[in-house]
């Protein structure tokens, strides 16, 4: 369940919207964070308890944004590289295939030292810099092989 940390949060959170129902994508990044990168049920309960919503009405909004994992944990680096037209374009398959060899997963796995996991997502919005990927909350943009070797080495 929620921390008190996370729940002063919350409530810190509430302070910056019309009204409760507003604050659920700010809510579920808090909740997220207290449970170590990822939405639990009962987290998704108890934001739609204090922001009188309805469970479901929490948990579509945590569907629909991947931003959010609510399907299983991720690693402590999570990768999520975008392979939208700019990027593909750009190379994207060849970074994520030469990133699945170097970390020895596959898309959508974790390593089993639970350090990354590695997904794609449909855009990132940085098409100007493409290709680009997202680590945590950090973007990385113009990449090239050698450009990714460097940043999961500073990650290891």
């Given at each position: ?74 690693g402590r680096y999570y990768i999520q590289v975008c392979r939208n037209i ?36 449909e855009c990132l919005g940085s098409c100007g810099t493409a290709p680009m990927m997202q680590i945590n909350d950090d973007f990385h943009e113009n990449l ?13």
């Amino acid at each position: 369940m929620l921390s008190e940390n996370a729940k002063k949060d919350i409530q810190a959170a509430l302070r910056k919207y019309p009204n409760r129902r507003s604050a659920v994508m700010d809510a579920l990044r808090i909740a997220q964070a207290d449970g170590g990168g990822s939405l639990t049920k009962g987290a998704m309960e108890e934001v739609a308890q204090i922001l009188d919503m309805r469970p479901a009405e929490v948990n579509a909004a945590a569907a629909f944004y991947t931003m959010y994992n609510v399907k299983k944990p991720v690693g402590r680096y999570y990768i999520q590289v975008c392979r939208n037209i700019s990027c593909s374009l750009l190379g994207a398959e060849h970074l994520i295939k030469h990133m699945e060899k170097t970390l020895g997963i596959k898309t959508g796995e974790t390593t089993k030292d639970s350090k990354f996991t590695i997904t794609t997502v449909e855009c990132l919005g940085s098409c100007g810099t493409a290709p680009m990927m997202q680590i945590n909350d950090d973007f990385h943009e113009n990449l090239t092989t050698e450009k990714i070797d460097g940043i999961l080495k500073s990650l290891k």
